[in-house]
């Protein structure tokens, strides 16, 4: 048998006190006096300096990574260590001893996070399998919750209650009423069918927000264009496969843009491809005074550049009409991209983003933002995230969709605005 003073199984040293032979003694007691004579004579150099290593919590950037799952190890001593304060501010919004949690994996791509109040759950969309998910707070069982989804994307819910969803397959956004039908809400711009819209935001006043972007045209989240498309020119694919009847013979006939449903059901474009392409994510802040819009990456079909892995920002008028287009930021963090997607906004204003900075291990995420672009913290996800969204009964837990998986965190503060 060997003796390791530099064990910190062993017992306990304080930082500041040198190991002696009478510590020693009284930590072990007399009967092993002869064994730990034995060590220090071992090692009487070492003895004398040792001090105790304080663990360290695993987090995504440790090799091996952190354990995310119920057998994984131990990770928060205060603070988890994959929440990080970019700036001190940041600190007034971390919720102490509050750990990451993935509470679900499964999906092939999960997208679309939205918090229903009253019902007390979690809905999201798995795009490739065609169905959305719902996790339930009070057991934390997951479970089918529409099966086909029109392969959806975005979800959230508006000011009575009533989810919205934005479905690639059928390229429309759909309301779900408290009745249990379904109302198409929009499916066309001025007699063409619109893209894939891809993300749904509630205003006040009753209308509706809404991302097309071109994603949805791909075999993998909804049906490529029908043989002449942008997204199949030459034919190849066979877009009706694996369809339902009428399904597969869109082509693209919109640009990348953003529109409003008025209350009376009008349509109107508000953001135009040259000011933001490929749209993605949006919100408004919480006073509903600015609209924010994540122009994303390169759209299956996209002739030009595509998205930039940008977000802006523009000012929203009484009528409805914006202004003053700004560029929020540019997402670039310590010269990684960390390219936005979904978003949203708290209570004080800050913009929460999810992060998809693909193979830069510690990048992916979510990063937060002050009202004027300032990036204060960043949470480390060991998946590429796709969308964002605040619930929870106090509206203060932080749902993160990303890749396959479902992840959230307590925060201090709130979501400001429908989930």
Known sequence: M??????????????????????????????????????????PALAQTQTTVRPTPPTTITNPPRDFSPQGAPTTYFSDPDILSVDPSFDAYVQPNSAIQRLWTGALWAEGPAWNAQGRYLVWSDIPNNRQMRWMEDDGHVSVFRLPSNNSNGNSFDFQGRQLSCEHLTRRVVRYENDGSVTVLADNYQGKRLNSPNDVVAHPDGSYWFTDPPYGGQLYEGAPDAAGGASNEAGRLKSRLGQAAGMGESKRELPTQCYRIDPSGRLDMVVTEEQVPDPNGLCFSPDFKKLYVCSTGKGPGDKGPGGKGEVYVFDVGADNKLSNRKLFSDFMVDGVKCGPDGIRADVDGNLWVSSNAGRAVGYNGVTVWTPDGKLIGRIRLPEVCGNICFGGPKRNRLFMAASQSIYAVFVNTQGAAPA
């Open 2 to 43: 060997t003796f390791d003073a530099r064990d910190p199984k062993v017992f306990a040293i304080d930082d500041d006190q040198k190991l002696s032979r009478r510590s020693l003694v009284g930590a072990m007691g007399a009967g092993a006096l002869g064994l730990g004579a034995a060590a220090l004579g071992a090692r």
